[in-house]
């Protein structure tokens, strides 16, 4: 689902050619038969049982009979279950199954793929680039951590006119001015990047389009709204908070504020993110489960950002392993940020404007992690 220069389409279908006629999700699916045919007896057992291979199909909710004698790959059993099941070494099982996956993904390549949408969204991008920064850092993968920074190059490189965002890429064209979920969602992806990557590029990029979004978006009342103050006038200019299947502009802008205000302390932002709070509250009040990603900012905020600094070089020993241990534990209400230094190499907590003693050993710092704020 990448393009080439970096950034992510947009989609593909669901459907594909199978005998002449679109199903959904053909491209991907397998029989039994056919696994057998392809592995061999003793490989297909394996798979199957690793894979949840069923002869009548896995599908175990299917109305309208789409899969039907078809299975959906998933892991049911690991490697580990396996060898016990099939009285063979754990490694033995391991190269079994990626040499099956070799042989069924060569067979799948021999089918026609579903369409892919191939535009790349900044709004959607900017989410991509979150996730893929999130589990770089979180499981250590730089590959992840790569994939979004890439997207976050092309975007700011590609998908920027006059120092203005736009919405839409395809086929080395942008186009359409972008809207208060473009803004807000590249900013929330790249704090993330820069969080995962300490370059400080990607916070200085955050900061300008922040401060753009607050030009062309806020409304002095409290929050934003969803187009910009010079786009076309419409009967009424919307301003939405809804959490649906994707965050609202403002639910992402109020979390994205929140943790500016941690790593500058500039006051506007906060000042900003007070606003939205209160102009939304009542609204909220009334059905919070219809706005979870804006809750999940408002529990920050009364929480308080712990917030943790890097002191020295960012891949020393010392700080490699800090970070490491950073990440082995779930602590969404805190900022992370680097400042370079041939000097020393440290970490310091701060919490509402207090702070601890520097910290320069990993053990000593993974006990004050654990005390929170």
């Not at 199957?48 to 078809?70: M, R, V, W």
């Not at 939205?276 to 900012?297: G, I, K, M, Q, W």
């Amino acid at each position: 689902m990448r393009a080439p220069q970096g950034g992510f389409y947009s989609a593909e279908d669901a459907d594909s050619l199978q005998e002449g006629h679109l199903k959904e999700g053909a491209f991907y699916v397998f029989s039994k038969a056919e696994i057998e045919a392809i592995l061999g007896e003793e490989s297909a057992k394996i798979f199957s049982y690793c894979y949840g291979i069923l002869p009548q199909g896995n599908a175990s909710f299917d109305p309208h009979g789409e899969f039907t004698g078809k299975n959906i790959l998933y892991l049911a059993q690991g490697a580990e279950e396996a060898a016990t099941e099939f009285k063979k070494q754990t490694d033995q099982i391991q190269g079994i199954l990626k040499e099956a996956r070799i042989k069924l993904l060569a067979k799948r390549s021999q089918r026609l793929r579903p369409h892919k949408d191939d535009k790349v969204l900044c709004d959607w991008n900017g989410l991509m680039m979150a996730s893929f920064a999130f589990g770089g850092r979180v499981l250590g993968q730089e590959k992840y951590t790569q994939a979004a920074a890439q997207a976050a190059d092309f975007i700011l490189q590609d998908m920027m006119e006059n120092g203005r965002l736009l919405h839409r890429w395809r086929n080395g064209k942008s186009g359409i001015a972008a809207t208060l979920e473009d803004y807000a969602f590249l900013i929330y992806g790249l704090l993330d990047v820069y969080e995962a990557t300490f370059q400080e590029k990607y916070l200085q990029s955050a900061l300008s389009l922040a401060d753009t979004m607050v030009e062309l978006f806020a409304d002095e009342a409290g929050g934003f709204y969803m187009t910009a103050s010079d786009a076309q006038q419409l009967i009424m200019r919307p301003k939405e908070i809804y959490d649906g299947a994707l965050p609202s502009g403002n639910s992402v802008a109020a979390l994205s504020l929140l943790k500016l205000y941690a790593l500058t302390h500039k006051q506007e932002y906060l000042t900003r993110l007070e606003a939205l709070l209160d102009c939304f509250a009542e609204t909220v009040a009334r059905t919070p489960y219809a706005y979870s990603f804006l809750l999940s900012a408002l529990d920050w905020q009364i929480q308080g950002t712990l917030e943790i600094t890097f002191e020295g070089k960012a891949d020393e020993g010392t700080v490699a392993k800090m970070l490491k241990v950073l990440y082995k534990h779930f602590m969404p209400s805190k900022a992370v940020k680097w400042m370079p230094s041939l000097k020393s190499t440290q970490a310091q907590f701060c919490y509402r404007g207090v702070c601890r003693a520097p910290i320069d050993d990993v053990g000593v710092f993974e006990q004050e992690l654990m005390k929170g704020a």
